[in-house]
């Protein structure tokens, strides 16, 4: 274990290559402070650079702190991207752990430190101060919350905390304790995550992967909500394969301690979930209370208010990380996202701005991953459900379900994609992809399309590296763009399953697939038999065509346009009727 060092940190008023030019403080040692201090060093040598964190660590990776606690990352040290020496000696920073900013004066420009360990209080000056002070876990105020055994995944001593927790009781059943023989602390069985966001399904996976029952309780009617709820519906079944019991549409209204000293989980409904173990995943909220005694602009959204340079209302204060509101960058929207990427790249911006480089943040598209089990959900730009929430609706959306790589190449695995885009010009707008192979190669594709402005129409052409192993000679990206290029173009009108109302709906698949599913109502032509039987057709109603994914009704849909009917292809056909239908 890591202990504190209390001897006098490197004089670093003189440094051999010039004369200190101005002294920057940094508030936060992770993810956007660590990597703004590294960053300025690169780009300012005679810079005098104070880091101060509160917690034990600087510089480690939170994102893998669930799969410590599960196992998959079995060593904490780990988790620890650089230590408190790698700044002292590699970049000459002055690193304070245990440290915390207890009151900042914007007109002083003075901040004052309590070290935890002394308790001792001192006061710094600064040019230049930087909040990354992160975001904290959301605990409500409800009964109970305290008792031992519920956990909130933040930092290592949150994951050590809770490991400690599971491994009790998991010693050899002689070290009895007492001469009755009852071994009063048994071994953890059963869990209950509360929250169903990337934390909570983290959480989940890693708590099955160490052998409890786990109950996931989501206070809303999905899990993951940036996701589309028929996109979140697919995460949901892999979970219920898994074993997962999900509770969704109820909140958590009480914890409780039983006799036998487990605990009891009561929900708004009014059910009693059982646990070993609970683990509080419910969100997160910036930290902004440094912010407030600086008299810094605090956004609509409850992050601290920063422009595209990173510097907040005051011009010698910067923020970065899951504290600021941030631009959506399809939206334009003011946000919060609390992700590593963004948070590194903000640091990196603000030590730029400092350093006299006109370096600007983009915006967020909110580019994201989780794996579920043996899938993965990702996700990048807009949802649906948020432009429908703000009123846009020069979008339309596709659904496709092509294999990870070429289908002759053992291994082959199906994706389920969304891709919205502009009705308008073709512009990608968001994309959200679920599969066992190959999620993060086509996520990262639609997340640099969109990121440099492209349409549906770039993605048709994008070369993309195609070997059997790993894709097809058509990659699901340009799939994609073809799909949503024909609609554009007209070559294939689309509706959804959402619209059906007094259409004929014909049914292009094998009759040995309807024995598995049917659609009531549905006339069922093959389409090998399609050309032979049109007198069957209506001319004077609109005609939707459905088959198992889409790509057969598309085949109907070009032979029956040409032939002057009217006709759509209901989009993502079967596949996407399955979980479309169970999400309203």
């Known amino acids: ?16 290559t010039g004369v200190i030019q101005m002294k920057v403080i940094i ?20 810079a005098e650079i104070l880091m101060v964190e509160r917690g034990p660590y600087v510089s480690y990776a939170n994102c893998g702190l669930p799969y410590h606690v599960g196992g998959k990352i079995e060593k904490e040290s780990s988790l620890m991207v650089a230590t408190e020496d790698t700044f002292r ?46 975001a904290a876990p959301i605990r409500p105020p409800l009964p109970g919350i305290n008792l031992p055994g519920i956990f909130s995944v933040r930092t290592v001593p949150d994951a050590r905390n809770m490991r400690e927790w599971l491994d009790r009781g998991a010693a050899d059943s002689s070290g009895m304790n007492s001469y009755t023989g009852y071994q009063t602390l048994m071994k ?65 209204a009480e ?5 036998d000293g487990s605990l009891e989980v009561l929900t708004s409904s009014g059910k009693a979930h ?42 010698d204060i910067f923020a970065v990380g899951d504290a600021v509101e941030v631009k959506e960058f399809v939206t334009g929207e003011w946000s919060l996202v609390a992700l590593a990427g963004p948070a590194n790249r903000q640091g990196r911006i603000a030590a730029d701005v400092i350093a006299g480089r006109n370096s600007r943040f983009r915006g967020t598209q909110g580019t994201s991953i989780c794996q579920i089990f043996e899938a993965a959900i990702a996700q990048t730009g807009v949802s649906e459900k948020t432009l429908n929430q703000i009123g846009d609706t020069d979008f339309e959306k596709i659904y496709l379900y092509p294999n990870s790589h070429a289908g002759y190449y053992p291994g082959a695995k199906m994706l389920a994609i969304k891709v919205i885009f502009r009705k308008s010009n073709g512009r990608l707008l968001g994309a959200q992809v679920l599969g066992e192979d190959g999620v993060p190669k086509r996520i990262d594709s639609f997340a640099m399309a969109i990121q440099m402005g492209c349409t549906v129409y770039d993605l048709e052409e994008s070369e993309l590296c195609y070997a059997p192993p790993f894709g097809s000679a058509k ?20 509706s959804h399953w959402n619209v059906i109302g007094n259409e004929f709906l014909l049914d292009v698949r094998n009759p040995s697939e309807l024995a598995v599913e049917t659609v009531p109502g549905a006339i069922n032509i093959p389409l090998p038999e399609l050309r032979s039987r049109l007198g069957e057709l209506p001319r004077n109603r609109e005609i939707f065509v ?25 989009a993502g056909g079967m596949l996407s009727r399955s979980h479309a239908a169970s999400s309203h």
């Open 188 to 252: 953890p069985k059963r869990a209950v995550v509360v929250g169903g966001g990337f934390i909570g399904l983290e959480m989940v996976e890693n708590l099955v992967h160490r052998g409890l029952e786990v109950t996931l309780i989501e206070k809303l009617n999905q899990v993951m909500p940036p996701l589309d709820p028929e996109m979140a519906i697919l995460v949901e079944r892999y979970m219920t394969k898994h074993g997962v019991r999900l509770e969704l549409n109820d909140g958590v």
């Open 27 to 46: 508030v936060g040692g992770v993810a956007g402070g660590a990597s703004c201090a590294a960053r300025l060093r690169r780009l300012d040598e005679t």
């Open 89 to 134: 000696g590699q970049f000459a920073i002055d690193v304070r752990t245990r440290c915390e900013v207890v009151n900042v004066s914007s007109e002083l420009k003075t901040v004052e430190l309590k070290n935890h360990v002394t308790g001792e209080v001192t006061t710094e000056k600064y040019d230049k101060l930087v909040l990354s002070p992160g």
């Open 255 to 259: 914890f409780r301690q039983t006799a």
């Open 475 to 494: 990659d699901p990206v340009n799939f994609a763009g073809m799909v949503a290029a024909d609609i554009l173009r007209g070559d294939m009108p689309q």
């Open 546 to 570: 459905i088959c198992r994914s889409g790509q057969r009704a598309y085949y109907a849909t070009r032979i029956l346009l040409q032939k002057g009917f009217q006709v759509r292809n209901l």
């Open 274 to 315: 059982p646990a070993d173990i609970v683990i509080l995943a419910i969100g997160v909220r910036p930290e902004t209370n440094l912010a407030k005694m600086a008299g810094i602009e605090i956004g609509q959204r409850g992050g601290i208010r920063v422009d595209e340079h990173m510097r907040t209302s005051n011009p």
């Open 1 to 16: 274990m890591m202990t504190h060092r209390v001897d006098k940190p490197p004089d670093l008023n003189v440094i051999s």
